[in-house]
């Protein structure tokens, strides 16, 4: 009789962390969700406490394990998911966070973005990283914290800086210092390593500002580390790692080439599987996906505008009494008369367009005008962005569905008739945490390759109905003229 053994994977998002108790095939036992907090001290900026986020790690890890405490000593390790462009600095010597974890979603840089727009860098840029230039990479939060956090400048100096994503951090946090690392899928959203080389770029290293950090060696996503300690009373080898998005496209088992997952949360994040081929484009990202001790997969890619933001904004602002289970049914009640289009620029344009400077508007407003034509006006809009950012990748062998979003029928529905395709509902929802454990059994030789993971969940495919035409052409006429009025502003 083969002796039982579990996986305790952890997600750690932007409002939250789930740690998950796996069996050795991936699939979930149980798991527990801890908020996090996001803190805005001034306009566009993003901030968590990286203390905070290690205290949600471990006190996920012991609320699941209070509540399995005989699955204790069948723990084989520990596989993480990061929220990719999120990084901090901290005092090498001292151990200690010199800064805040500045988010994926601080927007400080944009006048920094477009000065080096201005000047030609862009291509400089996307040739080496992948990326466009934009405020989301930490390369030029990095430039913008030499400039204007005169504090920092001794410990720059002195070379006592040590720079990490969350993956290196969490590394660093959980095994007391003892080690310090990076995978290849979080790097490659830095804007300071280079794609094809994948590696720490020094000409990019330069140009913005980051001589004299630290910067953690790279590694694969499932190498190892030993001596994770989470407060559960054994400590646990690090085994697997990466970013959260390349993690639920794993997760969804888009591991052909041309396969692509959309994660519908606080916004559209749409991979797709490119195998061993590096494919740039203006308006898309490239990255590693993941590389597992062989030739790296990579991915293009697109967050793209606004999803589970637009409902938390219209509970937080117009209707805080709507519930999930209820959204569905409200945008259907709006019928199909309903005039108004929604473009939720909340932090400017993203995928395709990548126009920081655009914000939210609406069109086709009236007196008879409700929150839950707003609500359906943004679940359009979602299902737009979807399409804009389908529109520039190769064509999309099999669509995915990802995400809580994704438990939205009318959402799911527009998405296929949108796009005039099929897409996939799997029942696992959980993808990110998932796509964690399908590498954390690779990792520990419980796959031998990602081709045996288990085809255990039942897809739900959303057949198109009648295209929906009409309405993405006014999407598009919405959104141009969105550009430009704030181009104009």
Known sequence: MEREAYLLAVDQGTSGTMVALLDTKAQMVDAVDIPVSVSTPHYSFGEQDPQELIRS????????????????????????????????????????????????????????????VDQG???????????????????????WLRENEAGLKKLWDAGRLAYGQL????????????????????????????????????????????????????????????EVDLGIGKRLPWVAGGLDQSMA?????????????????TCCACWMNMGDEVVLDDHLTTSVAWKAGQSPVYALAAEGGAAGSIVTWLQRNFKPEWKTSQLSDLARECGEDSAVVFVPAFNG????????????????????????HILRAGLDAVAYTV??????????KALVADGGMCAN???MEKQANVLGQPVLCPENREGTITG??????????????????????????????????????????????????????
């Not at 860098?121 to 430039?143: I, V």
């Not at 959303?462 to 009409?470: A, L, T």
């Open 57 to 116: 790690i471990r006190e996920g890890a012991q609320k699941l394990m209070a509540a399995h405490p005989d699955k204790l000593d069948a723990l084989l390790g520990a596989g993480f998911a990061n929220q990719g462009e999120s990084f901090l600095l901290w005092d090498w010597e001292t151990g200690e966070p010199v800064t805040p974890v500045i988010s994926w979603q601080d927007g400080r840089c944009e006048a920094l973005c477009q000065q080096l």
């Open 121 to 143: 860098k862009d291509q400089w840029f996307h040739q080496r990283t992948g990326l466009p230039l934009s405020s989301e990479w930490p390369a030029l939060k990095l430039r």
């Open 167 to 226: 993956d290196a951090w969490f590394l660093y946090a959980l095994t007391g210092g003892r080690c310090y690392a990076s995978d290849h899928s979080t790097a490659c959203r830095s804007g300071l390593c280079n794609l094809r080389t994948l590696d720490w770029d020094q000409e990019l290293i330069a140009g913005f500002g980051a001589e004299g950090l630290r910067l953690p060696p790279l590694c694969d996503n499932t190498a190892q580390f030993e």
């Open 249 to 265: 496209l794993l997760g969804q088992r888009c591991i052909a080439p041309h396969t692509a997952k959309v994660t519908y949360g």
């Open 349 to 372: 344009l993203g995928a395709p367009y990548w126009d920081a400077a655009a914000r939210g508007t609406l069109f086709g407003v009236t007196a008879g005008t409700a929150p839950a």
């Open 387 to 396: 399409k804009d950012i389908l529109s520039v990748m190769p064509p999309c």
């Open 409 to 411: 029928e009318y959402l």
């Open 436 to 489: 964690v454990g399908y590498l954390m059994c690779l990792s520990l030789g419980l796959f031998r390759s990602l081709e045996e993971i288990p085809q255990s969940f039942r897809d739900r495919k959303i057949v198109p109905g009648r295209e929906d035409v009409k309405g993405y052409a006014q999407w598009k006429r919405a959104v141009n003229a969105t550009i430009d009025f704030y181009k104009q502003s």
